[in-house]
């Protein structure tokens, strides 16, 4: 089973940005869909962002459309989250997440450590 190192995280101020990126172990990356979801302070789980396999399929959450983009680099084994123009609310432990169901938009049973994400107004 693959197993997920994010870092990337950190304290950044209303506005900017911050990168980032979830490195897996094993040779069968390309077998996964990938996906970030989040969790804030006194809430549950929430989905992000997901890519398939082949990184030709993504999809938003609509609060991020616009400001987030994921990729993947499948020789690097690493997945990644763009996040601009960050907002307060989007203070949370970052997941990244792995799937091998048939669909890239269920299925994530795998999951990183987290990192953690601070937007300060």
């Known amino acids: 089973q693959v197993q997920l190192v994010e870092s990337g995280g950190g304290l950044v101020q209303a506005g900017g940005s911050l990168r980032l990126s979830c490195e897996a172990s094993g040779r069968t990356f390309n077998s996964y869909h990938m996906g970030w979801f989040r969790q804030a302070p006194g809430k549950g789980r929430q989905f992000v962002a997901v890519i398939s396999r082949s990184g030709g399929s993504t999809s938003y959450t609509d609060s991020v459309k616009g400001r987030f983009t994921i990729s993947r680099d499948n020789a690097k084994n690493t997945v990644y989250l763009q996040m601009n123009s960050l907002k307060p609310e989007d203070t949370a432990v970052y997941y990244c997440?792995?799937?091998?169901?048939?669909?890239?938009?269920?299925?994530?049973?795998?999951w990183g450590q987290g990192t953690q994400v601070t937007v300060s107004s």
């Open positions: 997440a792995a799937s091998q169901s048939g669909s890239y938009l269920i299925g994530y049973n795998t």
